[in-house]
């Protein structure tokens, strides 16, 4: 009879788990967990502080009476692996209640130890205000701060559990300041797309402060038990603290046993989940893995790849000839009325790998435009010179999840932009267009690389604005009035056409920016433009990018463009 020992449940650890028992009925599969629970939903745990998820049990996905009963897994909770013998293919456990120690042997050894979250070493942070959430306790704690009313908190870190956690403090009615130490929240979107999540944060009275960190918790000096102190001299007052700055590795239990680990500290692995030991396997947050696109090493705690890894590992242990594949860090946040997601490397990501990359951006409706209810959807592209999909993101308030699945598939699948255009996706007037947005970003790529498009971006601002170019306006007057760039002049694209001499003449053999709202009418005109010999360019994402990526910019309010242009 074969033993196979899993350190640590949740997703890797139970993935393993179960999926060996589905393959060997006669296996002995033991789990070991030091927690109280084996088998929790993580990624539910701010919902339930926020009281969305009101029944605590609801997280509780399985207990050992359950696993027992379903796949006959002898599951020790509270039990906690502290050494491990290479040599002896045993493994020395703590019974954390019995407070004694004994030994397991092992035919095979899963490691599914997990993240922990990032601690600095900052004075103050051992003040019982100041929580991180991973687990199922520290929601309780989280929750009991709350109930014993607390009104004030400050969240340190805007990503994913960062910004989840800023939602259910405001949903349970609590002032709240978020402070990010880059210069943009959700720091896994490119800056002018994480722009769009900031503004809907302000929007719900959120304290915003980014490009600052924090040097300690302190005690409060304004009724409130502690002020965090950040790197600007400012003090934030609070009730409590979450600590949301990213989670670490945790392969101590790795390293005390000499297995290899990366320099970010993780395990390395190889596809099938094997360590540099062949009798251990290692799955999950606490592994090395690489990007799908870039190849770029580094640590993904997500739960998909973490339940497809073990999987994988168990499949391996069973003599099967399997291999995970690189990952795309696909990951979705809801941020009040609105949800971001993204699928593959950004903008900066590709630029720090020395991809070679195009950018296309969009803001189509969700759904029909002529259906009522439709919203804007703000979609970023990212296809190599060649056409090949590299990565999307996209923020809005329906739909998003939709077309960031779609584009993760077709990079999983080495689609190109050609092959994106051509994507049958189900269409009637309640749930797209004919035209998806996914079609969408595809056709304007296409432009992109066989020059039917010539953009500039809002990163050209400085250039476009220093009197080189001639920027050309073609929104109505009444949009132009409601606010343009300084020295524009305003045409709309329906009288482009009837103007074009007087366009000649302003350009004075200058190239000419075209801008719109969103960039499909400064593409028409620019195409316009081209037709009478005219070097332009159309500014990719329009107005809504410009002010998204360059909050900078400067703004003219005013100014009508005269009648007889028209409005």
Known sequence: MTRIVVVGGVAAGMSAAARARRLDEAAEIIVLERGEHVSFANCGLPYHVGDEITDRSRLLLHTP???KASLDLDVRTRHEVVAIDRAD???????????????????????????????????????????????????????????????????????????????????????????????????????????????????????????????AVEE??????????????????ADVVLLGVG???????????????????????????RTSDP?????????????????????????????RQGRTAADSIMGRVVASRPVLGTAIVRVFGLTAAVTGPTSRRLALAGVEHRRVNLHPSHHASYYPGA??????????????????????????DKRIDVVAVAIRAGMTVDDLAELELAYAPPFGSAKDPVNMAAFMAQNVLDGTLVTWSPEDLDTVLDGGHLLLDVRSGREFAQGHLPGALCIPHTHVREHIDEIIAAAAGRPVAIMCRTGFRSYLAHRVLAAHGLESASLDGGWVSLLAARPDAPVVVGSRIPAEVGS
């Open 375 to 400: 919203r804007s959807l703000h979609l970023t592209l990212l296809f190599t010179p060649d056409g090949r999909v590299l990565g999307a993101q996209a923020v809005g308030t329906e739909g998003v």
């Open 279 to 307: 009798r251990i396997w290692a799955v999950g947050d606490a592994i090395q893995v690489h990007d799908a696109v870039t190849g770029a090493p580094g640590v993904v705690p997500l739960a998909g790849p973490a339940n």
């Open 89 to 215: 293919h045993r493994v020395t456990v703590r019974d954390l209640d019995a407070g004694s120690d004994y030994t397991l042997p092992y035919d095979a050894l899963v490691l599914a130890t997990g993240a922990e979250p990032i601690v600095p070493p900052l004075p103050g942070l051992d003040r019982p205000q100041v929580r991180t959430l991973r687990t199922v306790p520290d929601a309780d704690a989280l929750r009991a701060l709350l109930e014993a009313g607390a009104r004030r908190a400050v969240v340190i870190g805007a990503g994913f559990i960062g910004l989840e956690t800023v939602e259910a403090f405001r949903h349970r009615g609590l002032d709240v300041t978020l402070v990010e130490l880059a210069p943009q929240v959700l720091p896994a979107l490119d800056p002018d797309l994480a722009q769009l999540v900031e503004q809907e944060l302000r929007r719900h009275d959120v304290d915003v402060r980014v490009g600052t960190g924090f040097t």
């Open 220 to 237: 409060g000096t304004a009724g409130h038990p502690v002020d965090v102190v950040l790197a600007d001299g400012s003090r934030v007052p």
């Open 65 to 67: 009476r359950s696993l």
């Open 247 to 273: 989670v670490r590795p945790s392969t101590a239990l790795a390293r005390e046993s000499g297995l290899e680990l990366a320099p970010s500290g993780a395990v390395v692995v190889t596809p099938d989940q």
